[in-house]
């Protein structure tokens, strides 16, 4: 089906353009949300005023999108994250994840189709990462993945590594491992408290002994 679009389709057409599509595609998308509509000779008429107006909202679309770009990139964009030992995270960071955050500061929505991770974000740290925007503005934004504990977690993970467990010689554990990670900083934490308790108790003896020798004494004297 030959159709006229009358708006931008990224990135499958522009306003304007004149395109043999899918019968289904047609009926079913585009032409129920009036993105395109039938290329019948009145229609064909049109084809030069579409162009022209798009391009000139494409211009003004641009202009708003490097706005947006500018002060994306003035303050570092932070991202909190549960982490394990050394800083790993438990998953990664997504293209979505960082779309949605940026939504939400710029309340504008930003597609996460144009957010391209140079290397996997799978660590706690400074991170810069490219963007496009909009057709020809690209722009960079710096990501800061931060622990949502403070480390507080991965701070145990670390005394219960030093207690025993291993991992695979790479700083990473297994399931298993990290299980037993917890388990190990949990009884550490639990014996430092009996030990506290213990203490206390110590000190009540010795004061009792204490007094016991002192009645001794005075029984002696007598």
Do not use: C, H
């Amino acid at each position: 089906m030959k159709v006229i679009f009358l708006k931008d389709v990224p990135p499958n057409a522009r306003a304007g353009d004149i395109k043999d599509v899918k019968n289904g595609y047609a009926r079913n998308f585009l032409l129920p949300r009036e993105l395109a509509t039938l290329a019948t000779a009145g229609e064909l008429k049109r084809v030069e005023s579409l162009r022209r107006d798009a391009e000139v909202r494409r211009v003004k679309e641009a202009e708003e999108w490097r706005d947006v770009a500018s002060k994306l990139a003035e303050e570092p964009v932070e991202i909190l994250v549960r982490s394990g030992p050394r800083g790993r995270l438990y998953g990664s960071v997504t293209n979505t994840m960082l779309a949605e955050r940026l939504t939400e500061i710029s309340n504008v929505q930003i597609d996460r189709r144009g957010i391209r991770f140079d290397t996997p974000v799978r660590m706690l740290g400074e991170y810069v990462v490219p963007i496009r925007y909009f057709e020809g503005v690209d722009g960079q934004v710096n990501l800061n993945v931060v622990s949502i504990d403070g480390g507080a977690e991965a701070a145990a993970m670390e005394a219960a590594l030093e207690e025993g467990i291993s991992g695979d010689g790479t700083g990473e554990m297994s399931l298993l491992e990290e299980f037993e990670a917890r388990r190990i900083a949990r009884e550490a934490k639990e014996r430092g408290e009996d030990d506290e308790g213990e203490e206390g108790g110590s000190d009540s003896d010795d004061g009792a002994e204490e007094s016991s020798d002192e009645g001794e004494a005075e029984s002696s004297e007598e």
